[in-house]
């Protein structure tokens, strides 16, 4: 079919299933920004905003990727940490070409490599954040020098599909510091920063465009809303009628105001009480900030049982996790954000059949009568009960469960059939011998076949 730029046309479209079943996308955050790669361990979003507020927040705003933000903002802790270091003088331009030569020792495919062995499906990168400054030698650009030396998203492209996985595009289609310098300082100069001049909706059109044209990407990964006279629809239709099996964000509509369409939302930082019919994406820095903060230390990064813990929280609620990384201006991604991922990848290369391609059940929690809190999710006829603790006892009683007669219950990573009873609604399940079992973050059971 042809879409339409309409909300009607566009709703049409359908999540398609490579996007249901992918459950992990690696974000990308790689700018200027990840030359002073500073910002304060301040908090996680969600926290910092219900206990100090949003002019709080940007005072002392975590996420390195707003350095151009902060360091304008008197008395920040980045402003005071700038001139310490920089001198008064130094703009956000001179930190340019320091990046555009870090680049050079840039390799892509072992980056692709890397996502692909963590289990990742798909990868979605930063072609242009809020300062403007863009990734891939457009032909429209505003300030010659805010331009990368070397085509970045169109090499990660090339790597991420020799690899076998979908490549995503983050533009920041509502903030652009290169084209409006406002500064945002809190909830209300964040909305005002949106630019509404219809000369900038043509420069963002012209990019997204380029960006459909020239890499054909998956999704398209908007930020912080969009100019109104831009006309988002046209945009996604264009998209859609050139990749049907494209999906797109909710952030082309800021708070929703616009109605218009979208594949998924894309909360951050978030956590989700009960299943959300609506496809969603969680994402997330393994730390504070989207950005490499030199400053990230392992105690402020989510440790890897966090990280599997609240993965699978998320797939048991039909969402996807978007996880950031913050490479540095070298491309060199830290030892504390290389080990998660490889934990959150050796998790999966066991339990990945509860995950990749799977959906939700009816349920997305339960709880074990030894307190061991439970996640559910179903793939192929199966029913997948996941632990998100290691068991102490001979034997699990998980509760409310109650399974076919003819049901056979393994451990993934373990090799027997496990014994089992059902004592009332509950399920007793015993055990394999966990001190013989490699420590896990979490612990999947598998039920074949799954209840009715
Ligand atoms: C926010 C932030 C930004 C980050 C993004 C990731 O909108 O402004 O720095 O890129 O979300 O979700």
Redesign the pocket.
Known sequence: MTYQPTTESLSQHKVPDWFNDAKLGI?I?WGVYSVPAWAPLTGELNQVIAERGWEYWFKHNP?A??YYNSMKLEGSNTYNDHRATYGKDFTYDDFIPTFNTAITKWNPSQWAKLFSKVGAKYVVL?TK??DGFLLWPSKTVNKPERVAARDIVGELTQAVRKEGMRMGV?YSGGIDWSNQDTTVTDFETLGKAVIQDPAYAKYANTHWRELIDRYQPSILWN??GYPVAGNASEIIAYFYNKVPLGVVNDRFDLGGQLGLHFDFS?P?YAKLKDINPRKWES?RGLGYS?GYNQNDTNSNMISVDELVNSFVDIVSKNGNLLL?IGPDANGEISKPQLERLLGLGKWLSVNGEAIFGSRNWIRSEGMSSENISVRYTTNKGNLYAVLLDTPSGKTITIQGLTVPENATITMLGAESELEWQQNGENLVVTLPDMSSMEKSPAYTMKISPMPL
């Open positions: 974000f955050h996420y990727e707003w930063t954040h809020h983050y930020d912080i894309t951050e994402t989207f950031n």
